[in-house]
C-alpha cells in the first residue's frame, strides 16, 4: 500500500523510518543546491553572446532612423523595438513605451506616479486607504510594490483557467480597489495561462474606481517549452470591444530572453494611458539606454528572430522542468500527500503539500543544502494561509543537480507529511 492516508499506525511508522534514513543520507552528501529563483541559467545567458559584437566601432551606433545611440533622446525607446515589441504583444508601435532593463522598474513607476498625480484622476495617495487585488498563489514582488506604497493586499483564489472572477467582480465594486496584478500567461508560479473567458470578463470588468487598473505582467509571452505551446487572448483587444481601453496597462521585457541584468522592458497601453506616462517620464529621463537596446535590435530583425531563440532556450530549459516533474511523479504520485502543475512553458513549477507542511518542507530541504523560495512568498505579506505552496524554479542549475534538488525535494516532502500524519495517530 503506497497511499499514506490510508496506512495504518504501524505502516505508517515503518515508512517514516525508511523516509528518516533515506533523508540522512542525502544530508550526509553536503549538497550544495538552489532551486529559489527564477534565474536563467549560464547555458540560456550564452545564447545571446553574439550580442556584444553587433554595437561598436565597426557596426555603427546608429538606428535604422538615423539616432545615434551614444547620446541623448529618444524618450520612448528606439523605433524598430517599439515595432518589435508590438508585433509580440499584437499592439501598435504607437502604444509601446521602451525602456531601461527592468519591466519590474516600469510596474513600480507607474504606481508610484499614480500614487502622486493619479492616474487620470485625483492621486491616489489623497484618496485614504487604497486596496489591490493579488490572484493567490502570485508573484512575491508584485505584492511587494503594492505593499510598499501601503495598499492592503486582498487574496483573490486562482483556479485552473486564471483568477476567479466571480470574486474579482465582485471586490472591483469597492471604489478603494485600484488595480490587480496578473501574469496572465504561464503565471508565476501556477505555470496557467489564462482561459479565453476569463480575459474577457477582465476585459468587461466595471470597476466603482474610474482609475482602476489592471497591471498586465505578461513577462512569459514568448516563454513555451513546446512547439504547442499556450495562446492567450489580447487583453486590450477585448478591453476596446468593451468599451474600457483604458484598463490595462502591459509589461513585459527581455530579461529571460537574452540577459536578466541587461535586457530591455517595454510598457504598453491605451493612446490616453501613453500620453498620460510619456508626459511624466520627460521629467525624469532624457532618455533609456539606447545602445543596449541597438543590440537588441539588431539582434531581434524581426518577431520570428525572437521565436526561434526562444526554441533554443527551450531546448535547454525543458529537460530541467521534466527532470523536477518526473521525481514528483515516482516519488510522489501515489502517496496521497501532494499536487502540482505541469505548465507549458514560463518559469515555475507549483507544488502542493498537505496544509501546514510548506514551511516543514523548505526547512528540511534547507538542512540538506538545497535551498527553495521561501514558503509563503507566493502570497501577500509572505504568508500562506494553509501553509500548503511551494514554489519550484528548475531553471538555474545544471539537469544533474535538478535531478539531485529533485531527490532531496521528494524525500523532504514525504518526511514532512509522515511526520504530520504520525503526530496525529
Keep these: 500500500m503506497s497511499d499514506y492516508l490510508k496506512m495504518s499506525q504501524d505502516e505508517l511508522a515503518a515508512e517514516f523510518r525508511e523516509v528518516r534514513a533515506e533523508y540522512e543520507r542525502l544530508r550526509s552528501m553536503h549538497l550544495s543546491l538552489d532551486m529559489s529563483r527564477g534565474k536563467p541559467g549560464f547555458d540560456n545567458m550564452d545564447l545571446s553572446e553574439k550580442m556584444f559584437d553587433l554595437v561598436g566601432n565597426d557596426t555603427g551606433f546608429k538606428n535604422i532612423s538615423g539616432i ?15 515595432t518589435l515589441f508590438a508585433k509580440l504583444l499584437e499592439l501598435e508601435p504607437e502604444q509601446i513605451i521602451v525602456g531601461g532593463n527592468s519591466s519590474l522598474n516600469m510596474m513600480f513607476d507607474t504606481i508610484a506616479q499614480a500614487m502622486t498625480h493619479g492616474m487620470g484622476g485625483e492621486p491616489w495617495a489623497k484618496q485614504g486607504k487604497l486596496k489591490f487585488l493579488c490572484p493567490v498563489p502570485g508573484y512575491d514582488r508584485h505584492f511587494a510594490i503594492t505593499e510598499y506604497f501601503g495598499f492592503e493586499l486582498v487574496s483573490v483564489p486562482t483556479n485552473t483557467d486564471g483568477p476567479d472572477m466571480d470574486v474579482v467582480e465582485e471586490l472591483v465594486k469597492d471604489s478603494s480597489v485600484k488595480g490587480i496584478w496578473c501574469v496572465p ?28 487598473r489592471i497591471f498586465w505582467d505578461n513577462a512569459y509571452a514568448v516563454h513555451d517549452l513546446y512547439d504547442e505551446g499556450d495562446k492567450l487572448l489580447n487583453i486590450y483587444t ?84 521534466e527532470a523536477v516533474l518526473c521525481e514528483l511523479e515516482k516519488q ?94
Excluded at 500567461?185 to 482609475?211: F, H, Q, W
Excluded at 500527500?337 to 498537505?354: C, D, E, M, Q, R
Aim: glycine share 8%; aromatic share 8%.
Design 68 to 82: 545615434d545611440c551614444r547620446n541623448y533622446g529618444g524618450l520612448d525607446g528606439l523605433s524598430e523595438l517599439k
Design 238 to 321: 477585448e478591453c476596446v470591444k468593451a468599451g474600457n481601453p483604458d484598463l490595462p496597462i502591459i509589461f513585459t521585457s527581455t530579461s529571460k530572453i537574452t540577459f536578466p541584468g541587461a535586457g530591455v522592458a517595454a510598457e504598453a497601453a491605451s493612446p490616453n494611458n501613453v500620453a498620460l506616462l510619456k508626459g511624466r517620464m520627460k521629467f525624469q529621463t532624457i532618455g533609456p539606454d539606447k545602445l543596449n537596446q541597438l543590440r537588441h535590435a539588431r539582434m531581434f530583425r524581426t518577431a520570428e528572430d525572437v521565436y526561434a531563440h526562444m526554441k533554443k532556450h527551450a531546448e535547454i530549459l525543458r529537460p530541467k522542468f
Design 185 to 212: 500567461k504561464y503565471s508565476n508560479p501556477e505555470g496557467i495561462t489564462y482561459s479565453d473567458a476569463v480575459v474577457r470578463r477582465m476585459a468587461r470588468l466595471k470597476p466603482a474606481a474610474g482609475d482602476f
Design 332 to 425: 510522489l504520485s501515489d502517496k496521497g500527500i501532494a499536487h502540482w502543475t505541469n505548465p507549458k512553458g514560463g518559469y515555475f513549477i507549483s507544488l502542493y503539500v498537505p496544509e501546514g507542511c510548506a514551511s516543514r518542507v523548505e526547512q528540511l530541504c534547507a538542512n540538506a543544502g538545497m535551498i527553495l523560495t521561501p514558503a509563503g512568498a507566493t502570497y501577500p505579506y509572505g504568508r500562506d494561509p494553509k501553509d500548503a505552496n511551494l514554489r519550484i524554479a528548475p531553471s538555474y542549475p545544471s539537469v544533474e543537480e535538478i535531478k539531485k534538488a529533485s531527490a532531496v525535494l521528494c524525500v523532504a516532502v514525504r518526511y514532512a507529511a509522515l511526520e504530520k500524519l504520525c503526530a496525529e495517530i
